[in-house]
């Protein structure tokens, strides 16, 4: 499985191909699922491009993209969207228009709350397991462990020299992971280290202009398809 990551927290700055309107993102994912994206990562913005939890923004934002493409779709949780647990909570009780499912951090304070308001919803959780974060170590005595849709393993390191050594270490540190599928993926220099490491364990990956700008031979990938065709060239299996 490779799920796309649309835009993250991006912003104009960081290019044209970053969609960060509910048209831009819905065009977007069209795009990317027509290259072979089986599932949908969207950060929902507001108008001036803020990462945003808002019940008004996430709805705009998931009608838009699931009038374009059939697969599921997901949003994040991050704190940086809503500081306080307490508004998070509050924002995701409101949603009238629910993702498939949500990313939630295991590090972030608030987070297994967050992550049963979810389950109690019937949105599926992704588990963010980030590496040098104390998120494995807390989700692996999570009661919340099986009741997760997958562990999202996420290697926060940049070097593309290190990325992969970063990755095996953040496996280890899972362990059974409740028993639950895991996504493994990286992001800037790491990310194509990463995602290779992914496709010859077997294991589902992302790829999008969240993770990186760029494609494996370094040059701008033009938008988020671009990159999910990269991607499915590398086969499982490859250590190319």
Same mark, same amino acid.
């Given at each position: ?66 009038? $374009?493409?059939?697969?599921?779709? +997901?949003?994040?949780? !991050? =704190? *940086?969207?809503?500081?306080?647990? &307490?508004? @998070? #909570? ?89 028993? $639950?599928?895991?996504?493994?993926? +990286?992001?800037?220099? !790491? =990310? *194509?280290?990463?995602?290779?490491? &992914?496709? @010859? #364990? ?39």
């Amino acid at each position: 499985m490779v799920q796309v990551c649309l835009n993250g927290p991006r912003g104009g700055a960081d290019g044209a191909g970053v969609p960060l309107s509910p048209e831009a993102m819905a065009e977007a994912a069209a795009e990317a699922v027509a290259a072979g994206a089986t599932e949908v990562h969207v950060h929902p913005k507001t108008p001036c491009g803020q990462d945003s939890l808002s019940p008004r923004v996430v709805a705009a934002t998931l009608e838009a993209i699931r009038a $374009r493409v059939p697969v599921p779709v +997901g949003v994040t949780t !991050g =704190a *940086w969207a809503a500081p306080e647990p &307490a508004e @998070r #909570l509050a924002r995701v009780r409101g949603w009238s228009v629910p993702p498939d499912f949500a990313s939630v951090n295991w590090h972030e304070p608030g987070a297994e709350e967050i992550a049963a308001q979810l389950i109690d919803m019937g949105i599926g959780v992704e588990a963010g397991i980030w590496s040098g974060t104390d998120g494995a170590a807390r989700f692996a005595v999570s009661p919340l462990g099986p009741k997760v849709l997958r562990v999202l393993a996420e290697v926060t390191d940049p070097a593309p020299d290190t990325a992969e050594a970063s990755a095996r270490s953040l496996l280890s540190g899972l362990g059974e992971a409740h028993d $639950r599928p895991v996504l493994l993926h +990286g992001e800037e220099g !790491g =990310a *194509w280290p990463v995602l290779r490491l &992914a496709r @010859r #364990l077997g294991l589902a990956t992302r790829i999008g202009l969240e993770d990186t700008l760029v494609l494996p031979d370094g040059r701008r990938a033009s938008d988020n398809a671009e990159l999910v065709t990269a991607a499915l060239r590398i086969p499982s299996g490859s250590r190319g």
